[in-house]
């Protein structure tokens, strides 16, 4: 069982930006692609950015494409959400996931941290 902990969400102003870690104590991470998504009050939950283990290849929702960058430290079994001007639609809660899929699609997310709470005010 892998688990997550997310940390560094709170309360920004639009236009600043906050990064988001994932930690998990689990040897075998660099073997799962790892990504985020968010949700919303009152919306599903919605894919946000993912990386491959291997490659290191990314990719993004078009919502946050260009703003938000996602990068992992396989040495210390970390993956980061570096989010740039932020908006008040990016208020959510972030989850960190790992799978072994394209984790775009939300079927092949295997794993799911708790969540940690993005609030933007405008």
């Known amino acids: 069982q892998v688990q997550l902990v997310e940390s560094g969400g709170g309360l920004v102003q639009a236009g600043g930006s906050l990064r988001l870690s994932c930690a998990t104590s689990d040897s075998t991470f660099t073997n799962y692609h790892m990504g985020w998504f968010r949700q919303a009050p009152g919306k599903d939950r919605e894919f946000v950015a993912r990386?491959?283990?291997?490659?290191?290849?990314?990719y993004y929702a078009g919502s946050v494409k260009d703003r938000f960058t996602i990068s992992r430290d396989n040495a210390k079994n970390t993956v980061y959400l570096q989010m740039n001007s932020l908006k008040p639609e990016d208020t959510a809660t972030y989850y960190c996931?790992?799978?072994?899929?394209?984790?775009?699609?939300?079927?092949?997310?295997?794993?799911w941290g708790q969540g940690t709470q993005v609030t933007v005010s405008s």
């Open positions: 990386i491959r283990w291997g490659t290191g290849g990314t």
């Open positions: 996931v790992a799978g072994g899929g394209p984790l775009e699609i939300q079927q092949y997310v295997d794993y």
